[in-house]
């Protein structure tokens, strides 16, 4: 299953930090609920056997909904619970060789900071980038900001779906219109809201107003 650019309006990454008695797979089914239209699953702590249990069952949702569902970083991870895809970052494996682990039926998605590393994730076999952080963030220590010439460069110069991630949130996502992108990639926007759904709603209704859908 390779992805549509409509199936990125709403990129929802998963983060347990907010589960508050919750599971993250009730977390996930309220986003989906609110419209999600991607997840991705983003684990840095879980041991190997939770993680992949985890994805089987998360994946097994996001089937019920429509809605691709990738890892993030672990190939293993993605092959072994027959994910939908993966997402790497620029420190993690190749696109190239993430490409011929997964064969070419698997979504591949790629971060990118530079028209440079846009054009070479393209050319190595990605079905989408996410460009960022396009806004300060609290979610990833180590985040490069982009700015949104950057990020319009980007977009102007590949032809695979863009998505802006870093910061977004429903009060600053219209400041991203025209500049080419798809949909945003959202984690504490969503996962962090005292009413999941309803953020994920509202937050979905102002990317598509900002991008003009």
Same mark, same amino acid.
């Given at each position: 299953m390779?992805?549509?650019?409509?199936?990125?309006l709403l990129?929802?990454?998963?983060?347990?930090?907010? $589960?508050? *008695?919750?599971t993250l797979?009730e977390?996930?089914? %309220?986003?989906l609920?609110g419209?999600?239209?991607?997840?991705?699953?983003?684990?840095?702590e879980?041991?190997?056997?939770a @993680?992949?249990?985890?994805a089987?069952?998360? +994946?097994?949702?996001?089937r019920?909904? /429509?809605?691709? @569902?990738v890892?993030?970083?672990?190939?293993d991870?993605? $092959?072994?619970s027959d994910?939908?895809?993966?997402?790497? *970052?620029?420190?993690? +494996?190749?696109?190239?060789d993430?490409?011929?682990k997964?064969?070419?039926?698997? !979504? #591949?998605g790629? =971060?990118?900071?530079? #028209?440079e590393?846009a054009?070479?994730a393209e %050319?190595?076999?990605a079905?989408?980038? *996410?460009?960022?952080?396009?806004?300060?963030? *609290?979610s990833?220590a180590?985040?490069?900001?982009?700015?949104?010439?950057?990020?319009?460069?980007?977009?102007?110069?590949?032809?695979?779906p863009?998505?802006a991630?870093g910061?977004?949130?429903? /009060?600053n996502?219209?400041? $991203?219109?025209? =500049?080419? !992108?798809?949909?945003?990639?959202?984690i =504490?926007?969503i @996962?962090a809201q005292p009413?999941?759904?309803?953020?994920?709603?509202?937050l979905k %209704?102002?990317?598509?107003?900002? $991008?003009?859908?």
């Amino acid at each position: 299953m390779r992805c549509d650019k409509e199936d990125l309006l709403l990129y929802a990454v998963t983060d347990r930090s907010w $589960l508050h *008695g919750a599971t993250l797979y009730e977390q996930v089914e %309220q986003a989906l609920k609110g419209g999600a239209t991607f997840v991705q699953l983003r684990e840095k702590e879980l041991d190997h056997d939770a @993680f992949l249990a985890e994805a089987v069952e998360i +994946m097994a949702l996001c089937r019920r909904y /429509g809605v691709p @569902f990738v890892i993030d970083d672990d190939v293993d991870i993605a $092959l072994a619970s027959d994910a939908d895809g993966v997402h790497v *970052g620029q420190s993690d +494996m190749e696109a190239g060789d993430v490409r011929a682990k997964v064969g070419p039926d698997k !979504i #591949v998605g790629v =971060s990118a900071q530079t #028209v440079e590393q846009a054009i070479l994730a393209e %050319q190595r076999g990605a079905d989408y980038l *996410g460009v960022g952080a396009v806004f300060p963030t *609290g979610s990833k220590a180590d985040a490069v900001e982009v700015s949104h010439e950057t990020l319009k460069a980007i977009c102007e110069a590949v032809s695979i779906p863009v998505v802006a991630i870093g910061g977004i949130g429903a /009060g600053n996502v219209h400041e $991203l219109a025209g =500049s080419g !992108i798809c949909g945003v990639a959202v984690i =504490s926007a969503i @996962f962090a809201q005292p009413d999941i759904e309803k953020a994920a709603a509202q937050l979905k %209704q102002r990317t598509a107003e900002a $991008l003009g859908l």
